[in-house]
Every structure is written in C-alpha cells, then in structure tokens.
C-alpha cells in the first residue's frame, strides 16, 4: 500500500491543535496522552501522525460550529441527555481571530518517512 499522508514535524507539543487531540483520544486507540503526545512530537512519519494530519486536514477543510440557540430551542428531543455534535475551538472565518499559525497543517519539515507527494495531488492528477 503506498503512503499518501504528508506529515510534518510538530515542534513543541503547544503545536498540537487541541480538538484534533482530543478526537484522537476518544477514539480509545490512543489511551496513553503521554505515548501519543510523544509519537506526534517525533520526527518520523507514524501512524498517530497520519491520523493526526487526516483529522486536522478534515477540521480546516469542515470547520464546525455550535448550533445557534434557535436550531437548538427546535430540538425535538425532550431528553436532557440529547447527543452533542463536533465543535472546534477555533473559528476560522471570522469570529475569533486567536488562530495560531500551529493550525496550519504546514508545522514544520516532512516527517522522516513521509510522503514527498501530499494526498491532494495524487489524485488531483
């Protein structure tokens, strides 16, 4: 199978985009914070770091915000336990304009074993 995720290097683990983390730890493959933490802050393409670029480039290409409150007053659901949906921390048109270059998904070099050809253009050609 060939490669096709582009990873870079994530400097210092304030670079790691908290929403991204947190999808991957629910996700109950990644139980150890420290482990995963260590894995993304290593210079060679691995597998948390594929998963990690995938759910970043999906949070940038569909960014997702809360309901306003009159989506959220027609809810047909009486229960208070209703089901919450993906909210990111950081809006990216507009709103708060706190966004760190860390979002980007261009941290730093390739990872040692990455892909020199990022996803997009393998398929785009």
Known sequence: M?????????????????????????LGCFKDRQRLIESLLNSKHNTEKVIYFLLLDR???????????DIKSRSRSASPDIPHKR?????????????????????????????????????SS
């Open 87 to 123: 909210v990111d921390r950081h809006r990216f048109n507009g709103g708060n304009s706190s966004i760190s270059s860390n979002i980007r998904p261009n941290i730093g070099q390739l990872a040692e074993g990455s892909p020199l050809v990022p996803r997009r253009q393998l398929h």
């Open 2 to 26: 060939v490669q096709v995720v582009q990873t870079t290097i994530i400097p210092k683990e304030e670079d790691i985009d908290p929403d991204v983390f947190g999808a991957m730890t629910s």
């Open 59 to 69: 949070k940038l290409r569909q960014p997702s915000m809360d309901d306003t409150e």
